[in-house]
């Protein structure tokens, strides 16, 4: 491995600065779990390691606005045990919680799961469907962007060269609203998805789907807002005619690959399957938080 | 290149090195301190070999920069047992045969130890989802999940 240079500021404009100042190519820490990886097989070979944990914006949880701002390094295991996290948004929960193993979860964060931009992230679908919204530091100051706006195919993101993204904001869940995400694998641990889907939806006072966003994950280059799919949902009951309908535009959307995890045609067939099934624990969920 | 020297606490007990900024946890543990029940498997966070508990939570080793160490606290397989005296999870792997060839078995104790420290009475499906970042290609499982188990039931006492 080539020399490099390890730093561990305690702020974010030091941050920046370092990236500022730094020639070749500089990697931000969070939990390293893609990072090192990439390092050990010399896929990747920074020149500086900025390591983020000692800020304290980007290791917290902070109620904000009636949402929550989830530090861009805080690891899943944290946000597992955030029981307010939880309840409002139990869908981004346990996307982030199936995240690898225990081994994992100590140290992967949202911001690593957004930033190494695999098209199979399981936090992405689930924070797009939430309508969350990054906080970007960089050379020309703050940015808010919505995570739907990060990554753009795989390992590729929007960021600019010396940005950091520091938070991830969730606004507050609506009443009468739900999210949750699935994901498939064929094994019941340790996998990358092979389909993910990611369901937020709001009930109107009679029951009828007033707003909906379904994001599925793995089966494009980027996990993909289908609009389609929650124009099925949205204007009438979440009924079986809905999730057929549902289960349509889901795999009109799809623009998979074949890979070892599945072939495109399977990933399609799933991705319905999955967007029924989550809308169906979305629709519970919203049913009983009125 | 300059070397980093680092401050932390190691199963308890405050200690320092020295190294390279690339060097991982498990290669600072393993080859600086001669800490080497930590195991190295597939250095890429699937097989849990090289677990230890940093501030409370079992992380594996390969994937931590050895700096990262400073400040922190660090629990090894090294630690576990007091003295002679072996940790209840310790002795039940060998008297329940939880072990074969022996590679991936301080990684499970670790974890395993995180289990019981969270949680003193979990049960087997609970057990077997922890220990899935946890590989043995010896045992087929069960003799561990029944080792951890039963070290479970006698710490409850």
């Not at chain 1, 993101?157 to 993204?165: A, F, H, K």
């Not at chain 1, 340790?190 to 089966?219: F, K, P, T, W, Y």
């Not at chain 1, 995890?261 to 999955?274: C, E, F, H, I, P």
Request: proline share 4%; with cysteine; hydrophobic share 45%.
């Amino acid at each position: 491995m080539n020399a490099m240079r390890y730093e561990a500021p305690g702020s974010i404009d030091e941050v920046v600065a370092l990236l500022a100042a730094a020639d070749g190519d500089s990697r931000i820490l969070a939990g390293g779990t893609d990072l090192l990886v990439q390092m050990q097989s010399g896929f990747v070979k920074p020149g500086l390691i900025v390591d983020v944990k000692k800020i304290a914006e980007a290791t917290t949880i902070t109620a904000e606005d009636g949402g929550f701002r989830i530090g861009a390094a805080v690891c899943g295991a944290e946000i597992g045990e955030h029981a307010d996290l939880k309840e409002a948004w139990p869908g981004v929960v346990e996307a982030a919680e199936l995240i690898g193993s225990v081994q994992i979860q100590a140290r992967a964060s949202l911001g690593g799961n957004l930033c190494n931009a695999s098209p199979a992230a399981d936090s992405v679908p689930a924070l797009i469907a939430a309508g969350a919204v990054c906080s970007i530091a960089g050379p020309k100051g703050r940015r808010e962007v919505p995570v739907a706006d990060i990554a753009t195919g795989p390992g590729e993101t929007s960021l600019g060269t010396g940005e950091v993204v520091v938070s991830i904001h969730l606004p507050a869940q609506s009443p009468r609203s739900g999210d949750a995400y699935l994901r498939f694998i064929p094994r019941t641990e340790m996998d990358i998805a092979v389909v993910g889907a990611a369901i937020n939806l709001s009930l109107d006072e009679n029951g009828q789907c007033s707003a909906a966003r379904v994001v599925l994950g793995a089966v494009a280059p980027t996990a993909l807002l289908v609009t389609e799919a929650a124009d099925a949902l949205i204007g009438g009951p979440v009924d079986d005619a809905a999730l057929e309908r549902l289960d349509a535009a889901a795999r009109a959307a799809c623009r998979p690959i074949d890979d070892k995890r599945g072939t495109a045609d399977y990933r399609t067939k799933v991705s319905g399957v999955l967007a029924r099934r989550a809308a169906g624990i979305a629709l519970e969920r919203a049913r009983s938080n009125s | 290149m300059t070397k980093h020297h680092v401050s932390t606490t190691i199963n308890g007990e405050p200690a320092e090195f020295l190294c390279e900024p690339q060097q991982t946890l498990l290669d600072v543990l393993r080859d600086e301190l001669n800490l080497t029940g930590s195991k190295e498997g597939c250095s890429s966070g699937d097989c849990g070999a090289c677990s230890v508990i940093m501030d409370g939570r079992v992380a594996c080793a390969c994937l931590a920069l050895g700096v990262e160490a400073e400040g922190r606290s660090i629990e090894t397989i090294e630690g576990m047992a007091e003295g002679e005296t072996l940790h209840p999870l310790q002795r039940l792997f060998l008297e329940e045969a939880a072990l074969q060839c022996g590679y991936c078995t301080p990684g499970f104790l670790v974890a395993a130890k995180a289990l019981l420290d969270r949680k003193p009475d979990p049960t087997e499906t609970e057990v077997r989802f922890w220990l899935a970042g946890n590989l043995c290609r010896c045992t087929g499982y069960d003799k561990i999940v029944r080792a951890v188990l039963s070290a479970a039931a006698e710490m409850r006492g």
